[in-house]
C-alpha cells in the first residue's frame, strides 16, 4: 500500500511577515503625510497674508476718531494721531505724511486732504500707517524727494496770504529738517538769532537747502560774488568774523 503523504501545513510565519510589512508601509506612508502636512501649515503660517484692499469707509472712519465732530483733524487731532503711531510731533516722518497728504495748513488734516492722501499710500487704519512709517522715513534718504519735501514745508509753514515765515517758526522746522544734514547747522541758528530778520522768504528758504549741499563746512568754496541770497553771504561773513576771534 503506498504511503499516503501527509498534507503540508500553511505557514502562519509568511503571512505574519507580510502582514508586518504592511504595517511598516503603511506607517512609513502616514509619516510621510504628517510630515508633509506640518511642512505645508508651517509654509502658510510663514507666508504673510496679503493686506486687505484701501477702503474709503473704514479710512472716513479711521478720519472720525481724530477729527471727532469736527470737520477737519485739528491740533489735537494730530497729536492723538502721533500717539497711536508712537511718533513725537516734531518727528520728520510727520513732515513726510503731511506732504503726501498735501496737507495746506500746519497742524490740520481735511477729509480730502486724508481720504486722497492715505488712498495714495493705501493706509485706512493705524496698523497700515505704522507699518508704512518706516519707507516713508527711509524715502528721505532721495535727494529729490528730499528736496521736494523741504520746499513744501516752507507752504506748510506759512500762514494764509502771508508770503514769509516767522523767523523762530523757520528755525523749528530747519532743525527738523537738518539737523542729521548739515553740519553748519547750529551756527547758521545761532547766526538767525542775532539776524536782523524776523521772517524768511522762499528764496532765502530754498537757497539755505542749496547752500547746505553744495558748500564746504570750511566756506572754501563760497563765491561772495555768486547769486546767493544776502542772507547767506551774512551768514558767511558772521562765521569768518568769529573764527578770526578764536
Known sequence: MPLQHSKK????????SNAKRTKHSNTRLQKGIDELWSASSKQRSSTPKQSE?????????????FAGNKEQIEPDGVEKLCETCEVEPHDIVMLVLAYHLNAQTMGFFTLKEWTKGMHKLQCDSTVKLQGKLPSLRSSLDEPSLFKSVYRYAFDFLKEPGQRTVDL????AMLDVLLSDRWS?????????????NKVINRDQWNNVLEFSRMIQPDL????????W?????????YIKMHNEML
Open 168 to 171: 523762530g517758526t523757520a528755525k
Open 9 to 16: 501545513r500553511k505557514s502562519h510565519h509568511s503571512d505574519d
Open 53 to 65: 484692499p484701501f477702503s474709503v469707509k473704514k479710512c472716513i472712519k479711521w478720519f472720525k476718531e
Open 220 to 227: 572754501s568754496n563760497y563765491d561772495m560774488d555768486g547769486a
Open 229 to 237: 541770497p544776502v542772507l547767506l553771504d551774512e551768514f558767511v561773513e
Open 184 to 196: 553748519l547747522l547750529d551756527k547758521f541758528q545761532n547766526y538767525l538769532d542775532g539776524c536782523k
